[in-house]
């Protein structure tokens, strides 16, 4: 399916198109870093850039569409999250995180885009400065291995040279060397361009959690029983998954021991009253190793981290399944459901929402629309 966020790429079509875009006009930065001028004239420096680039030209016209609407909404969080330090510097930290989830958000709603190609844009855009910053991690080997799982590093390398070459500052030589020793270190570690290959899944899932393991060694399957960790926005379908797939599995609903205990969905301090009374009725089927299925939306990281690590503890093996359809589908679902969530709670869920990576379970499924 060939996809592009607009046929209209001028600066002035983009400003006419895209209130996002519009926003980045008088938002400062640093002149350190930037003595460009604000995130509008440095985002138009960076999409001349890269499209002058010699990899970009050689790219597919469907990846060139890809890293080029990543390259307009790499720093489209600096409008929110600028700030002028008591030193006179300016910061934007957390612009990374935060501009992850409004580029899904806007190829979610605004822009319908394919899952894999709005996941791609909204990683570049989260991962964008980690060339530079790399080796200050604790385990750099650890993260690009991660990274690799979750973005195409070569289409990384090739944004962060945009963002380098597209802006104004005294030690631009060495930000290019830095990203060069990216690039040779994906290449060192078998991920440039492609998810690295893990020994196993096991393996894969593991190596995020421990230290002492080797990613190239299969280690040997321990798990005792299975669990179905769902997750998805309210109205995507996930019963009607469960349904399909694991009909005669027992189920922990959230949402049904809500009903039973009678609390309110946005009665926040019950719903640690029903996460309680939850995982009790999971600890039993872990006890006897009988698989079950989670069911709740787990839209985030630490929501599922949370409960990954509880049934791991029991020697489980994690499937965790996140389902999604069309946001006017879910829209359409959620209204016609017995029990809809109100939709500016969703609203609010979406503002955090996280894709799982595949790194996050033993096993990682996508059941997309």
């Known amino acids: 399916m060939d996809w592009q966020l607009t046929n209209h790429t001028s600066w002035p079509d983009l400003m006419r198109q895209f209130d996002w875009v519009r926003h980045m006009v008088g938002v400062p930065q640093d002149p350190v870093f930037h003595a460009e001028g604000d995130v509008a004239t440095h985002t138009q420096m960076v999409l001349e850039a890269l499209t002058a680039s010699t990899e970009y030209i050689a790219l597919p016209a469907a990846d060139q569409a890809i890293v080029w609407a990543a390259a307009l909404l790499h720093d489209v969080e600096k409008r929110s999250t600028t700030v002028l330090e008591d030193d006179g510097s300016i910061t934007s930290k957390g612009h990374v ?147 399909t797939h694991y009909p005669d599995w027992p189920v922990v609903s959230l949402d049904g021991i809500r009903r039973r205990m009678g609390i309110d969905p946005t009665d926040r301090s019950g719903t640690g009253r029903v996460v309680q009374a939850a995982k009790e009725q999971a600890r039993v089927y872990l006890r006897s190793k009988q698989p079950f299925v989670w069911n709740a939306t787990n839209i985030t990281r630490n929501m599922r981290a949370q409960l990954i690590d509880l049934f791991v503890t029991y020697r489980a093996r994690v499937i965790l399944v996140y389902v999604e359809v069309p946001n006017a589908t879910r829209a359409d679902q959620n209204a016609n459901r017995m029990h809809q969530v109100p939709e500016p709670a969703i609203s609010h869920m979406m503002a955090k929402w996280e894709v799982p990576a595949l790194w996050e379970a033993h096993e990682v499924i996508y059941d997309v629309v």
């Open 97 to 243: 995180r935060k501009g992850e989830r409004t580029a899904r958000l806007i190829l979610y709603d605004s822009v319908p885009t394919p899952f894999t190609t709005r996941e791609s844009i909204a990683k570049l855009v989260r991962y964008h400065g980690l060339p530079l910053w790399l080796f200050e991690k604790e385990n750099p080997r650890q993260t690009v291995l991660q990274t690799s799982l979750e973005v195409n590093t070569a289409w990384l390398t090739m944004l962060a040279r945009a963002d380098v070459t597209g802006r104004t500052c005294a030690d631009q030589d060495e930000l290019r060397y830095k990203i060069d020793l990216f690039e040779a270190f994906c290449l060192e570690q078998d991920c440039f361009g492609k998810p690295f290959p893990f020994a196993s899944n096991l393996t894969r899932f593991q190596y995020f959690r421990r230290d002492d393991l080797a990613p190239d060694y299969a280690l040997f399957d321990e798990t005792e029983t299975e669990v179905v960790l769902m997750s998805g926005l309210p109205g995507v379908g996930k019963d009607f998954h469960i349904l």
